[in-house]
């Protein structure tokens, strides 16, 4: 009997692992996300049936095996992180799926998987939105990134709308099967029958027909953009090839677009496309120079391109958390130094914007918390700074145009993952969202499809074109519905004309926010002190 309930609480859990990964691995296969979740909702049913003890580590283990399996790629750039990332993050999901389990023991019916829909998309929120340990890559309603034609409506409700549109899907089946295995079925008339039925066909099929009705409106006027993607080894690029080797081999290979035209063109090159940029000296540095010579024979392009930058100051004492002492003094004070992970644009006045990434990668950018980790690793013997501080309130970079100064939207790398977030682009005026980013590090995984998918949930959510760039793939043009208009090979160097259309209408999403993910968060806490005043009235 052990034997036989450990072989069928195993499938199920395979089963569960298999069908939530497959939308994030395979093409077009994101409808599975609506069933995915009802083998590990089978499993937690037996296991209440047959009390089974230390239940916590089977479904711990799921969420494990659907990490492992979407997002093992990580170990690409770091094995340590990936180990981390994956053993983190699916504790975080164990532990909102034993809170439900939790409620379960306290209240009846329904009441306990709303909650647990309810506290799992409030979890999702605090991911994208204040939690500094933030990986939301596996957000339910990112199922859908590579299967855009069921979710047009994300203009209206978001990528939690997607989350929320799982949860419905799941529930509402995994309900009526409970009713169908209990025998209540036979017991009720026909109305709640065709009420039961109609009602799970609706959470399943309702988003989808909505999604055909909602169509983005054609976007006038166009900007003219040309994508270099140079494909350096990030691993290999400051050793083997220098900084003016990799301007000559971009510039060449920008050249090779058509420049018969005098209409304004913007010209994209990738995240960390240039280094050791000292913000209060730009003007002098070697790339913005050699960019400059460009702008002089074809003054209609304007370059928005990414830099490692390094901004100094001086101070007494350390001014911030993550600043590094470059051991220099002036008048008694000591040199430090912030870093960014920036984007520029420069034209052919030989003026420039800067824009510093916001939105930090955990561990290569950011060091959360700083005031317990670096005392922590200092303890232990190391020697930890955090590493990176991004800018605190969002903004636009401009290019010159007929009709005036052109708002760009530039998502550096990672934030691009954060659909609110890019609102604030659109917000600030964006007429169009330009992605730059450096996708290499991961090598040939999943890793950079998924990202590249990333880019067309956000262009549904704002309906702005997206332009983007990446070091060495993929780059593409990406239309107001998510469809990739072209696009460029992986790993190989490569150059992208087009035209994007510009748009200053603002959808229901950008202009009101994450409504789902808000209404989840008070209605977790709703549930939760519910579930806690029952707990205490039963005691009594």
């Not at 199922?143 to 997607?162: C, H, R, V």
């Not at 950008?510 to 808000?518: E, F, I, L, M, T």
Request: net charge positive; with cysteine; aromatic share 14%.
């Amino acid at each position: 009997m052990v034997k036989r309930q450990t072989l069928i609480f195993g499938a199920l859990t395979l089963a569960f692992a298999l069908l939530m990964s497959l939308p994030w691995l395979v093409p077009h296969v994101g409808w599975l996300a609506l069933v995915g979740f009802l083998p590990l909702l089978i499993l937690e049913r037996l296991a209440t049936e047959y009390k089974v003890k230390h239940f916590w580590w089977w479904h711990y283990g799921a969420f494990v095996l659907w990490n492992a399996a979407t997002t093992w790629w990580v170990g690409g750039a770091t094995v340590g992180g990936a180990v981390f990332a994956i053993l983190a993050n699916a504790l975080q999901m164990s532990v909102v799926f034993g809170a439900f389990r939790w409620v379960k023991r306290r209240t009846r019916g329904v009441l306990p998987y709303v909650f647990l829909a309810a506290a799992w998309i409030a979890w999702e929120r605090y991911y994208l939105t204040v939690a500094e340990i933030s990986w939301p890559w596996l957000v339910l309603g990112n199922a859908f990134a590579d299967t855009t034609g069921l979710i047009q409506w994300y203009e209206i409700l978001g990528t939690l709308g997607g989350s929320l549109w799982v949860w419905v899907s799941n529930l509402s089946l995994f309900g009526l099967m409970v009713a169908l295995s209990d025998g209540r079925v036979a017991n009720w008339n026909a109305k709640a029958r065709v009420a039961a039925l109609g009602g799970t066909l609706l959470a399943l099929f309702g988003p989808m027909v909505w999604s055909a009705f909602e169509k983005p409106e054609p976007s006038e006027p166009t900007l003219k953009v040309v994508i270099g993607q140079p494909n350096y080894d990030p691993y290999e690029k400051f050793q083997s090839l220098s900084r003016a080797d990799q301007d000559k081999r971009y510039l060449a290979l920008i050249e090779q677009a058509d420049w018969t035209s005098d209409e304004p063109t913007l010209v994209l090159a990738p995240e960390t496309f240039t280094s050791r940029v000292f913000t209060d000296r730009v003007l002098e540095h070697e790339t913005f120079l050699r960019f400059q010579q460009f702008l002089r024979k074809h003054p209609q392009a304007t370059f928005l391109y990414g830099a490692s930058t390094i901004e100094r100051l001086f101070s007494y004492a350390r001014p911030h958390d993550c600043a590094y002492d470059l051991g220099q003094e002036a008048d008694g004070k000591h040199l430090w130094a912030l870093t960014h992970n920036s984007a520029f644009v420069t034209d052919t006045a030989g003026v420039y914007q800067m824009y510093h990434k916001s939105k930090l990668v955990v561990g290569t950018e950011l060091t959360p918390y700083p005031k317990v980790f670096i005392p922590l690793e200092n303890l232990l013997g190391g020697n930890l700074m955090a590493k990176d501080v991004g800018q605190k309130e969002i903004s636009c970079l401009t290019m010159k145009s007929p009709n005036g100064n052109l708002p760009i939207g530039t998502a550096i790398c990672y934030e691009s993952v954060y659909g609110e977030f890019c609102t604030g682009y659109v917000r600030k005026g964006a007429q169009l969202l330009a992605v730059i980013t450096n996708d290499a590090w991961w090598g040939n995984t999943p890793g950079y499809r998924q990202h590249l998918n990333y880019s067309r949930l956000r262009a549904i959510e704002t309906r702005r074109w997206v332009a983007r760039c990446a070091n060495t793939g993929i780059s593409a043009f990406i239309s107001p519905d998510g469809k990739i208009v072209d696009r460029t090979p992986w790993w190989e160097p490569a150059l992208l004309e087009g035209r994007v259309g510009l748009s200053t209408e603002q959808t229901f999403f950008v202009r009101y926010g994450d409504v789902v993910g808000r209404t989840s968060v008070f209605l977790f806490l709703l549930l939760l002190a519910a579930a806690l005043f029952r707990g205490s009235t039963r005691k009594q």
